[in-house]
């Protein structure tokens, strides 16, 4: 039986139209910074008029409830607008990285067979390159086009002015779809994640007791809208709560990301590992005199978050970083540190309330504290994941009856506290033991000649899988036999003698998907000279530069 529809179970409307009904229609919502400068302020009740008028536009255009509408545009203004417009059209909307190549765009609209792509001039050739494999793509509209400039291409702006902003928002049952993600690719073929409206209370409940966001406080999530975090905790979250949302639509630059953190007076910051190891990896006196008494909460996800980084922040920055995990498919963070929960070091930190985990073997028996195992959440929290679409398969190999099986390894301590290993793929396998990379890279960060490394498993003939790792040097520094006999002995000491490497391979840098991961099943391809697989999700990539046996010293 389907629940009620309401309409404050519209995540469009919870994000705006609501808060302006709380007394919030003159506070900054939106504060959007460029690269050069720039800044633009949007209230709550423009964000509310603005997100109104896109969901007309969509309706004019003969968009029904449950159509996919992909936004790929770089962080700008008008993704925020028209992704809480499509909400409240109950349209699906589906954002994607403004860098994909044609063959990624044409994976995700194709599966999804989108009808609306929001985008603009300098992406519109990707586009023309694939267009005719895409008969279902009725409309692309282009956010910097003054006029129309065809039947099918339309301009945003035009669009905008010639709509009422006054959409009536239609109650929305929370089984409603919302949100399409490709998730991030890391292990394989992205697939495509449905949500739904009903996920709006996990996401509220831990921006408000995860993050500590509340109305008035100044909160940025760095990631971008094309990934989970980037919708869930850089649109719906802060915005239902009231806060404000600072978006920067520059590129990573530690010294812009510094001042950002001070000017704005950030209160909450929710950003990654790869983003702290690249700050990491600054001179000292980038921080020094740095004004961040209104920083509260610092939060990270997506990667593991390696104990160097969290002993660099509370030293350089005087701030505690808590780690979160969650996935696309989960919508929302389930497990995390958090104010008022003593930090240990490396662990991602307990159960967020409502959510129940267990680990299991691979026969599905729970299995006791400080046993590590696959990493199971019991279905049925708000925010889970409706569908794989068109991959009805895979979806129902996720469930083990009322667990939805995560992919992770990962071991919970006596107290409760969670600490990743690995994705099951990535766990090496060597003599007789499993080891997780997670372990062997944050001990490699140890060494002050290494600024990032990654380990795989190879096949070997007699220990079945040996380690290899994949060493970047910080600047300075350069490879040698003597660091990678070092290397060796420092993993041996600190994990122990089955996980050191027995390949060092040191690299310029690491193959990354868009979100910042690091691709390893990329690394172990490349060292063993197979087939990379899908790359669709690939960050850059140059041939011969990762894994190259010859390049090793
Ligand atoms: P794909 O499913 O396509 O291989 P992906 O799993 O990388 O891609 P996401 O859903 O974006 O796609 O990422 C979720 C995964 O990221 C988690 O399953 C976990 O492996 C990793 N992850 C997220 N947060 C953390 C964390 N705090 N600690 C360790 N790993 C994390
Ligand atoms: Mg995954």
């Not at 720039?38 to 029904?64: I, Y």
């Not at 770089?74 to 409240?88: M, S, T, Y």
């Not at 409309?139 to 709509?163: F, Q």
């Amino acid at each position: 039986m389907s629940t009620p529809a309401r309409l404050e179970d519209n995540i469009g409307f919870a994000c705006t139209d609501l808060q302006c009904r709380l007394g919030r229609e003159s506070a900054v919502a939106l504060r959007w910074l460029g690269s050069d400068g720039e800044r633009t302020e949007f209230t709550f009740a423009q964000l509310a008029s603005d997100s109104s008028r896109f969901a007309a536009v969509l309706t004019r255009l003969g968009v029904l409830p449950g159509a996919r509408v992909f936004i790929m545009l770089p962080k700008l203004p008008e993704v925020f607008i028209a992704a809480l417009g499509c909400l409240k059209a109950r349209a699906v909307v589906g954002p994607l990285f403004a860098n994909f190549g044609d063959e990624a765009i044409l994976d995700r609209l194709g599966d999804s067979r989108a009808c609306v792509l929001l985008t603009k001039h300098s992406l519109l050739k990707k586009v023309h390159r694939i267009r005719d494999r895409l008969p279902e793509l009725r409309h692309i509209l282009l956010v910097d086009a003054e006029d129309h400039l065809a039947a099918d291409i339309l301009s945003y702006r035009r669009l905008m002015r010639e709509a009422p902003s006054d959409f009536v928002v239609a109650p929305t049952s929370p089984e409603t779809p919302s949100i399409l993600h490709y998730t991030s690719g890391s292990t394989g073929k992205p697939k495509g994640v449905l949500h739904v409206h009903g996920a709006l209370p996990s996401i509220v409940g831990t921006t408000r007791d995860v993050l500590q966001v509340g109305p008035g406080d100044v909160f940025w999530c760095t990631a971008d809208p094309g990934w989970v975090t980037g919708t869930s905790y850089g649109i719906i979250g802060p915005w239902a709560v009231g806060a404000t949302q600072i978006h920067y639509g520059g590129s990573f630059d530690a010294g812009a990301w510094m001042t950002i953190l001070e000017q704005e007076k950030i209160n909450v910051w929710y950003t990654a590992p790869t983003a702290l190891r690249m700050l990491m990896r600054e001179e000292a006196s980038l921080y020094a005199g740095r004004r961040l008494a209104a920083l509260r909460c610092v939060a990270s996800v997506g990667e593991p978050l390696n104990p160097e980084i969290t002993f660099w922040a509370r030293r350089t920055l005087g701030k505690e970083i808590y780690d979160t995990w969650f996935q696309t498919e989960t919508g929302a963070i389930m497990i995390a540190n958090r104010p008022g929960l003593a930090v240990r070091p490396g662990s991602m930190g307990k159960l967020v309330d409502g959510v129940e985990a267990v680990i299991l073997d691979n026969a599905g028996h729970s299995l006791p504290a400080g046993q590590q195992g696959r990493l199971c959440l019991r279905r049925g929290w708000p925010s889970m994941f409706t569908q794989y679409l068109n991959r009805p398969e895979v979806y129902a190999s996720r469930f083990n009856g009322a667990y939805y099986d995560s992919g992770d390894m990962a071991v919970r301590d006596a107290d409760g506290y969670f600490w990743f290993v690995g994705r099951t793929d990535d766990v090496i396998n060597t003599s007789g033991h499993l080891v997780g990379p997670f372990e062997i890279e944050s001990v490699l960060l140890e060494l002050p000649e290494v600024a990032e490394a990654a380990a795989v498993s190879a096949p070997d003939p007699i220990r079945f899988e040996k380690v290899v790792v994949f060493v970047c040097l910080r600047s300075g520094h350069s490879a040698s036999r003597e660091l990678e006999s070092r290397i060796r002995l420092h993993v041996a000491n600190r994990v122990s003698s089955v996980a050191s490497p027995q390949e060092v391979v040191f690299v310029a840098s690491l193959p990354r998907n868009r979100s910042g991961k690091i691709m390893r099943r990329v690394l172990r391809a490349r060292f063993l000279g197979q087939n990379e697989g899908d790359l669709s999700s690939m960050e850059t990539w140059r041939p011969g530069e990762i894994g190259d046996r010859r390049e090793r010293v």
